[in-house]
Nanobody, 124 residues
Framework: QVQLVESGGGLVQAGGSLRLSCVAS????????MGWFRQAPGKEREFAAA????????AYADSVKGRFTISRDNAKNTLYLQMNGLKPEDTADYYC?????????????????WGQGTQVTVSS
């Protein structure tokens, strides 16, 4: 059974950067498309970024495009989200997730395993 553990969240000032990591265990990481989602207080979970199995394909929400970069290291079973130019509206819990069908998608319903989340707070 796949397990995901996120890390790297924290408190940062507006304009700052953070790098989130998500380590996978219990499965064949390179078989899965992966995604980052986020959920702000009182709001629904929303798509942030996704990456294909080979990392050749990526997708971003318009709200993070040009500021966030998703990447993966299949040898280390690790997914990353580099977040630059952070804004207060980026404040949320960030979750990584696997799509074991291997098809990269922005639809959270297609993802089948989720981490516990890491909190990101951006102060103005």
């Amino acid at each position: 059974q796949v397990q995901l553990v996120e890390s790297g969240g924290g408190l940062v000032q507006a304009g700052g950067s953070l790098r989130l990591s998500c380590v996978a265990s219990g499965g064949i990481f390179s078989n899965y498309a992966m995604g980052w989602f986020r959920q702000a207080p009182g709001k629904e979970r929303e798509f942030a970024a996704a990456i294909s199995r080979s990392a050749k394909g990526t997708a971003y929400a318009d709200s993070v495009k040009g500021r966030f970069t998703i990447s993966r290291d299949n040898a280390k079973n690790t997914l990353y989200l580099q977040m630059n130019g952070l804004k207060p509206e980026d404040t949320a819990d960030y979750y990584c997730a696997t799509d074991r069908s291997g098809v990269m998608t922005t639809d959270p319903k297609k993802y089948d395993t989720w981490g516990q989340g890491t909190q990101v707070t951006v102060s103005s």
